[in-house]
């Protein structure tokens, strides 16, 4: 693996193509069946928490800007209280990565490839990160940059197309159930994908630093653009489909089969198989290559040692650790929370604390 360093603009793209990836897909079900037809406005709030733990990890990479949250955690806490706290926050991050690729697995046979069994996606998907971990970050850097750009493209078009199926009578009422709906929304999002932030800090240390500039403003744009894009995809999705919208598991799959213009351009729901493909694709490249720094870095072993045996480990999760996607949706909507909330955000703010108190003593 070539570790390497890369550029501001470029750790910007992969933060955004991380957070958006999977999530366009994957968010809009739960966040609805959480919050209703205030669904668009718990992720915005949502949005709004999760620049509270970017804020926290952007603390600690300014503190230690050299180094990864494993080693500001062993710089912080000792090397006994790193173990304790990376090795759970490893495994959530397995269970998360394995999460996503059934996510992915489901929509195909589902939506589009009924017959296809499911590990074939599976396999298909964890072997081109797989390599695509092991090319490096650089290699990730470079060309996921046009990626992104691609996978934008068609978002954009595909909310822009289905405009005559858009009601906005169909957002009413707004709060239906009042605000406890939102705030389960909050606490959903906040599970995922807004903890994930966290995960990306094992790899902010590898932007090369420039005098005078900070990655903190790049990083808080992208985060911006997120809560701005799957708010958006759930919005339109409520707009074209209104209360069918809350009986679909991929409600941006039906709005694509709703596109129709002058009898030529129909069905393109396969365009956004790609941008799912394309999501998916770069969210679960980054987290192999998360997942194998951390434990590389813990164990002070040579990267890249790892991506073999985390890849298999992750496809073997993927296929036996549920039944159907109703045991993903609970999992997602019940567990991903508490289990990110305990064995990732409080050690963060654990973290913090310690590492702010001790810069006090060293400063009086």
């Known amino acids: 693996m070539h570790t390497g ?14 957070m958006t990836g999977s999530a366009l897909i994957n ?20 949005n709004l928490v999760g620049f509270v733990i970017l804020f926290l990890v952007l603390t600690l990479h300014n503190e230690y800007p050299e180094q990864s949250y494993v080693n500001q955690v062993r710089l912080t806490l000792g090397n006994v209280m790193s173990y304790i706290i990376i090795i759970p926050l490893f495994l959530v991050m397995l269970y998360i990565t394995a999460n996503i690729v059934y996510g992915m697995g489901q929509y195909f046979t589902t939506s589009m490839m009924r ?24 290699v990730m850097g470079r060309m996921f940059h046009l990626l992104m750009y691609i996978l934008l493209f068609i978002f ?48 902010i240390y590898l932007v090369k630093p420039k005098p005078g500039q ?50 030529i351009v129909e069905r393109v729901e396969a365009i956004f198989g790609i941008a799912l493909i394309l999501g998916t694709y770069m969210k679960i490249s980054l987290l192999l290559f998360i997942l ?4 590389s870095t813990l164990f002070k072993i040579k990267a890249a040692q790892f991506i073999n045996i985390i890849t298999v480990v992750v496809f073997l999760l993927s296929l036996t650790m549920y039944k159907n996607e109703i ?38």
């Open 5 to 18: 360093k890369i550029s501001y603009w470029q750790m910007a793209v992969l933060f955004q193509v991380y």
């Open 27 to 46: 968010i809009q079900g739960p966040m609805l069946a959480a919050a209703h037809n205030s669904a668009w406005f718990a992720m915005l709030l949502a």
């Open 115 to 138: 017959e296809t069994p499911l590990f074939i996606f599976h396999l298909l998907i964890l072997f081109t990160c797989s390599l695509t971990a092991k090319a490096g970050i650089e």
């Open 156 to 203: 954009i078009i595909m909310l822009i197309l289905p405009y005559n199926t858009y009601e906005f009578t169909n957002l009413l009422p707004l709060a239906p159930l009042g605000f406890k709906p939102i705030l389960h929304g909050v606490y959903v999002g906040f599970g995922f994908p807004y903890m994930d932030v966290l995960f990306f800090a094992m790899i």
């Open 214 to 263: 900070s990655i903190n403003k790049w990083l808080y744009i992208g985060l911006f653009i997120n809560g701005i894009v799957l708010s958006l995809t759930i919005l339109c999705s409520l707009l074209g489909l209104g209360p069918l919208v809350f009986l679909k598991k991929f409600p941006l799959h039906v709005l694509a089969q709703l596109i129709s213009i002058g009898e």
């Open 292 to 295: 194998d720094q951390a434990l």
């Open 327 to 364: 045991e993903l949706g609970e999992s997602g909507s019940f567990l991903q929370t508490p289990v990110t909330f305990i064995f990732g955000f409080l050690p963060l703010l654990l973290v913090v604390i310690v590492a702010k108190v001790k810069k006090k003593k060293k400063t009086a």
